[in-house]
């Protein structure tokens, strides 16, 4: 079996995983050793400034994607395709915040929208303004399931308010979710957080109440979903089905398009509503999001990151009408409406970067380029992959990369394997240190990806990912 996958083979993916948990390669002890002198000698600045951080901020580092190996880099400039640090090291930049600078790294007519909002309304004034519809109507016109839209400030609020219209609108309490998917961090939503039935493990300081009417199906099971279904009718119904349309971790385990349209199906039948988590795939998977890279229309949809072009106050809901008129506007006319606040949503800067931003993915043709870039660019890396004879699952959903070296995804789908269940302790670390490893490698040779396994490629990475691949090649031949 080679390396490269189609993006929708879930089963091809999830076996080649098992394969990388239990018969990987790893760098060898000599390039270990390069690596992290790389970091102790040309990343000391970096070293020392996220060291003194921990006198003042918990743990150092506040944002998971800053939190790498062996330690955070500080950012001092990011430019086009690339970004800076402190000791003056330039990296390609596969990190892309986590996906939503889909044109590049402080995109010029984005910055200068900016500016020129900041000249005029300033930062934020309390008052309604006209480019808050601008947006609305941008994403209308590229959702069609959104009627109505309303902004928030991240992901994780869009999660927290979508359950608690559903409920509201639909008068039940059940909802159900995908194991291992993250829908941002409030309560309930911690439930069965990223890896499979850890139920309440990830909610430390959420009181085990809160998370009673919640409960998570496998990936692409769809047995177990309609057995989910039923089972909550004894309990008054299903509110809502949440999922992360092209699977966790940014589509790491991706979802069949059997799998929607069955969902899609048993939400009509049992009276819930289909909530699709849009924080990262919104602008990502196409510019038309997973609603049209599936072709299903959800009931409600979560956007965060990308609908303001990467600039703060990066939250949104949108769907149907009917669902979307209970919320209120406002606190102060709640009126029996679903409660939704947020002194600094839909500020003048988040909308007009986030309209500027879907303007000129438009005017640029952004994703078609997007689109031929990155499945050219995701054979070529399989190519290299299986050049150097190294055992990997390489497939990209549009110009979201998934490279893994180390199948940790495995464990966080069906996990009805005796082989790997009876060593989970032993292969869970190794496989996690594996996987921090190579996005060590990769950054000593001049490359930032997110996490270990995934990237992104924006339209101002186009242009040097002939060096980007160079960048695979070096540190594929670390491998043994
Ligand atoms: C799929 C998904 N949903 C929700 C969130 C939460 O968004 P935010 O970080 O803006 O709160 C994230 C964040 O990474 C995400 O990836």
Redesign the pocket.
Known sequence: MGSYFDGFDFKGIHAKSKELLLHPKTLTDEARARYMDYFEKKCSASKASVEAAKEHIPGGIQHNLANSYPFGLNCVKAEGPYLYDVDGNRYIDFLQA?GPTILGNAYRPVTDAVIEMLNTTGNVTGLFGEFEVDLAKKIKQHYPSVELFRMLA???EA?MVAIRVARAFTGKSEIIKINGC???WSDQLLYDMRAVNTGNMFAVGVPDDCLNHMCSVYPNDLEELEQRFIENEAKGGTAAFIM?PIGQDSGALPITKEFHVRARELCDQYGALLIY?E??TAFRVGIGGAEAYYGIKPDLT?F??AITGGYPG??GLGGRKDVMSALSSGIASTGGKVMVGGTLSANPISCVAGYTAICEMERTNAHEKLKTAADRFTRQVADLADQHKIPAAIFNQHSILHIDLCGIQHITSHSDDLEILGNIFEILPEANRRMKEFAMALAAEGLIVAGGNKAFISLATIPVLDDALEVFDRTFANYA
């Open positions: 986590g991240s992901g994780t999660g993250y829908h941002g992360e988590d924080v990262v979560m965060g990151k990066a939250g």
